[in-house]
């Protein structure tokens, strides 16, 4: 399938933890000795059931905002994800669309090259403790995908897990990346990628780029892509 026959511009939506960064959580739960911190969408797809549980936690745990910051600061993102990142936004348009929360992503933001993230934000009373989180809208993955394509942007998205699977519903083209066994069995309709290479040959075929040496150049080194490559997606867009 080429997205570019469609003659419009194409948008990249993408998940952040799991597709670009390590789960924050497991990485604050492996700081903090708190196991149960470790669970995820993947292992409980309901997201106010899972926020509630890990607020009551915290809570339990007198664990601040500031601590799980501090975890969050020593974080790096996964090998390859900048230079997968900096050659689709040379290529495309890429937006992340996350259920974290601006408290918390501000460190890994800067270190992915700033690139344009939707996420949610955090209630803190006076002691740094999170009381709450407020969601900026409430499915707001799947309706970031429905306002884009009202926007006249066809839409690429990617994700990993249970929270990512409306947003692929609505997408032009939805795929999975480095997703756990269950969501691959209940969501067999989408393809699945655990490596940034083939994510990008597969992202560059849908981007109408063929078999360009540059689109083809797997993420290494720290380099991007750029050059001719991007001319001939953003022309395609325009035409």
Known sequence: MNLKSSNL??????DLEGVFTP?????VAEKTGVAELRLT???IPNYDTL?????RLLEEHGLALHDIQAVIGEMQPLPG??????????VSQLIILTDSYYEFIAPLKAKLGNPTIFCNSLEVDER??????RLRQRDGKKQAVLAFKGLGFRVIAGGDSYNDVAMLREADHGLLFRPPANVVAEFPQY???????ELQAHLAKLLGLGSSPAASHAPAGGRSTRGDVS???????AD
């Open 9 to 14: 511009p194409t948008l990249i939506a993408m």
């Open 23 to 27: 789960e924050i959580w497991i990485a």
């Open 41 to 43: 969408t993947r292992d």
């Open 51 to 55: 926020m509630k549980n890990r607020l």
């Open 81 to 90: 994800a900048v230079e997968l990142l900096n050659w689709a936004r040379s």
């Open 128 to 133: 740094n403790h999170i009381t709450n989180y």
């Open 191 to 197: 393809p699945v990628f655990t490596g940034y290479a």
């Open 231 to 237: 001319k001939i997606a953003f022309n395609a867009a």
